[in-house]
């Protein structure tokens, strides 16, 4: 139980860190932008009660507000993600017996399964974010680019990540 909470800490501290360092200096086309934290909550185990995952959701949308200088918008784009996450996997999969100590994969959910979980999340999570920042449909056009820019461009990380985790641990079995 301690190694597992610990191996989440260092996880958290991970994603954090290559988010605020490497990855929010990325402005691909002035308009996308890479979310890789998003990994931290959408690889939590599904064993995790959905009132737990919502606060951590928050607690790694406020860490990276904290570096970042975005006052709340991370941490409400964050919340939002946690607080859906139990519905779309139970929307996406429903009828399919999921074990409960699992966490989200190309094994568990299939590959097909888990792109349309991880673009459902990254994709609510780009909305939350963009709109609270702009805080405004001044610029519609600019908006959605923004927001299909950084969806394309996380669930494209997201998803190679995932790829290369299932064929390393493919060819260890």
């Known amino acids: 139980m301690i190694s597992t909470w610990f191996k ?31 990994l931290f909550i ?12 919502t606060v951590i ?7 990276i507000d904290l570096f970042s200088n975005t006052p ?13 996450r139990s519905y779309i996997v139970e929307g996406l999969f429903i009828g399919k017996d999921l074990p409960e100590s699992g966490a989200p994969s190309f094994a568990l959910f299939t590959k097909w399964g888990y792109f349309r979980y991880l673009t ?11 709109f609270v920042e702009s805080f405004t449909l001044f610029d519609p056009i600019y908006l959605l680019l923004r927001v299909g820019g ?8 997201l998803f190679s990540i ?12």
């Open 150 to 157: 950084s969806t394309i461009l996380t669930v494209l990380l």
């Open 42 to 53: 959408i690889k939590l185990p599904l064993s995790i009660p959905s009132s737990f995952i």
């Open 72 to 84: 709340g918008m991370h941490a409400a784009a964050c919340t939002l993600v946690g607080f859906a």
């Open 8 to 38: 989440g800490i260092i996880y958290f501290v991970c994603c954090v860190l290559l988010q605020v360092l490497i990855f929010n200096n990325i402005y691909f086309l002035r308009l996308a932008t890479p979310f890789i934290y998003l």
């Open 57 to 63: 959701s928050f607690l790694i949308g406020f860490t």
């Open 120 to 130: 459902m999340l990254v994709l609510i999570q780009n909305v939350m974010l963009f």
């Open 162 to 173: 995932e790829a290369l985790n299932f064929e390393y641990i493919k060819g260890e079995g």
